[in-house]
């Protein structure tokens, strides 16, 4: 599984919006071409947006391929 198509599969299962999952710490353009696998996302970035959830980073570093 790729970074995007995680991030995709976490926002749906938290019943999330592109905007929502953004945060502000991204646009929205942005995380969705991210999900999309047309821009890579900083590690930084994604542990950011990862960590204001409350979604486990290990657990989600785990289903990359």
Same mark, same amino acid.
């Given at each position: 599984?790729?970074? &995007? ?5 976490? %926002?749906?299962?938290? *019943? ?5 999952? $953004?945060? &502000?710490? +991204? ?8 999900? %999309? &696998? +047309?821009? $890579?996302? *900083?590690?930084? +970035?994604?542990i950011k947006?990862?960590t204001i959830?409350?979604? *486990? +980073?290990? %657990?989600?570093? $785990?289903?990359?391929?």
């Open positions: 599984m790729t970074i &995007g198509e995680a991030l995709k599969s976490l %926002r749906l299962h938290a *019943d999330m919006t592109q905007t929502e999952m $953004a945060a &502000g710490i +991204v646009t929205e353009s942005f995380y969705s071409k991210v999900e %999309r &696998g +047309v821009h $890579a996302i *900083d590690a930084d +970035v994604l947006i990862l959830h409350h979604f *486990d +980073v290990t %657990r989600f570093f $785990a289903q990359i391929s």
